[in-house]
């Protein structure tokens, strides 16, 4: 679809960038005293109308601006899961002490900024729009990791994003330069029309670029070994950065890697499908198998050493990385739905787990585990929400998480393929709940009840149980979610 035609589906995003522009207006010519305030009222009035945009937008039938994005159901899916989290951000930052003396107008900026790029990971089929969309959120990431300026390990933490940052994004460059060379084309179709004329094990250059931009796609979601950056990021940056960092870039991500990986090296233009075969005979199940496997074990082993509340929850995404791998290895249409409804509920415990974080570090400055010991007993009403988050990330019923690795483990079940890492799974399962549940003890079974509570706070507090709703709804009563998921599993191919 020619540029101009295209603009009418492109709404959401150029409403996004509009907001941005009047935000930067709004900085330079207002003073100080009002200006967070003002800021986020904006940013909390773009997201709604970006919403609303979302809600009405339809389907084209064609990719826009000459085949760069796709509009779709399925990257529609991903655009709601960044606007409920971009959301939940913008609600809890007045309320984070972290946050109280710096000024928050750029603060908001960014993160709009960043929404954006994810928004065009979501839809991207053109090597340059990825690289480009992978680019936005990574400076914007870069730039919120370090927003605490006078902090030491903030800057530190934005410093190893940079760098890591910089290192897999030019490896991932070149293994889609490569892609281009083989294709002459950088739409995904062109490129897989080019790779499916390639014959035998694989063209060794075939096989350097799918090596190199899954390095790319595995910094994004810290998939090992290339998530060094993780847990010192997670640390340093403000929890609610982290928060958002360990949700919304991680689903990105996997809709990117999805994406590219089920279209550009699939053996034929339809997808999803039933059953996927990969480009040129190549064993890519097997290697995202071994990426499976090294990830969910490397994040629970070193997990279980962590004493900071925050540098464990990083760990832990680590893993759920490795978790979320696992179906990838498949990537039939099963396979796909899995991923994305494990997405689905992972934002909703994790981001809540991480809002506790929040609320603890306001009421006591605390960090380490040891120090949460007998919160059960001073804020109940966020200890037990953090209870049913932890009980998700394991995976235990009757949560949303345990109903999101079932379908994780029955789509390798299923399809009788690599059953050792859907053991390996089921044991770094019950390794993770040794840590998950070391908090747990720490809450509810040491120290004693002196009969004093710790007054909470209304607005974070209400938006902790907000979250648990769903996470405990979606383990008794989860086909609406799935649903809309199955409805989602809807791809752009050229005459699909």
């Not at 159901?73 to 984070?96: D, E, G, H, Q």
């Not at 890591?164 to 294709?183: E, T």
Request: aromatic share 14%.
């Amino acid at each position: 679809m020619p540029n101009i035609e295209s603009l009418s589906f492109f709404l959401p995003e150029l409403f996004l960038t509009a907001s941005m522009v009047v935000i930067i207006l709004v900085d330079v010519f207002m003073g100080p005293a009002n200006r967070n305030r003002v800021v986020r009222q904006l940013s909390l009035a773009a997201l709604a109308v970006t919403a609303y945009l979302l809600w009405v937008q339809t389907d084209p039938g064609e990719a826009i601006f000459f085949g760069a994005l796709a509009v779709d159901p399925y990257s529609r899916f991903f655009k709601w899961l960044f606007l409920i989290a971009t959301a939940v951000i913008f609600f809890v930052t007045p309320y984070t002490s972290q946050l109280l003396k710096t000024a928050r107008h750029e603060y908001y900026l960014f993160l709009l900024a960043v929404m954006f790029g994810l928004f065009l990971m979501a839809s991207a089929q053109d090597l340059i729009i990825i690289y480009l969309s992978i680019e936005i959120v990574s400076i914007g990431s870069f730039v919120l990791a370090g927003f605490l300026k006078g902090d030491r390990h903030s800057n530190e933490s934005s410093l190893k994003y940079v760098i890591y940052g910089a290192f897999s994004s030019g490896v991932m460059l070149y293994g889609l330069s490569l892609l281009f060379g083989l294709a002459g084309s950088t739409n995904l179709f062109d490129v897989q029309r080019a790779l499916a004329s390639i014959t035998g094990p694989g063209d060794l250059i075939l096989v350097a670029a799918l090596l190199m931009i899954l390095v790319g796609f595995g910094y994004k979601i810290s998939m090992a070994p290339f998530h060094f950056w993780t847990p010192d990021v997670y640390q340093g940056a403000p929890t609610t950065i982290t928060a958002y960092l360990s949700v919304a870039p991680k689903a990105a991500g996997f809709a990117l890697a999805l994406r590219v990986l089920g279209i550009a090296f699939g053996d034929n233009l339809q997808f999803p499908a039933d059953q996927w075969f990969p480009v040129g005979n190549l064993a890519i199940g097997t290697v995202i198998a071994l990426f499976s496997g090294l990830t969910m074990t490397v994040g629970n082993i070193l997990a279980i050493q962590q004493n900071s509340v925050k540098r464990m929850l990083a760990y832990s995404s680590v893993a759920h990385a490795g978790y979320m791998l696992m179906a990838v290895t498949i990537l039939n249409i099963q396979a796909l739905g899995a991923v994305m409804f494990y997405l689905a509920v992972y934002l909703f415990m994790n981001l809540g787990a991480f809002l506790v974080v929040i609320l603890v570090h306001n009421k006591f400055g605390y960090d380490d585990i040891d120090d949460w010991r007998g919160l059960g007993f001073k804020l109940p009403l966020v200890a037990v929400p953090m209870g049913v988050f932890l009980f998700s990330l394991t995976g235990l019923p009757p949560t949303a998480g345990f109903v999101g690795k079932v379908y994780l483990f029955s789509v390798l079940i299923s399809s009788q393929q690599f059953w050792w890492l859907a053991v390996l799974g089921v044991l770094n399962s019950v390794v993770s709940l040794y840590y998950y549940l070391r908090i747990m003890k720490v809450m509810f079974l040491e120290g004693e009840p002196t009969g004093e509570t710790v007054s909470d706070h209304p607005a974070m507090t209400g938006m902790i149980l907000a979250l648990m709703v769903p996470v405990l709804l979606f383990g008794v009563y989860w086909s609406p979610l799935m649903g809309w998921v199955r409805a989602s599993l809807k791809i752009f191919t050229p005459g699909g």
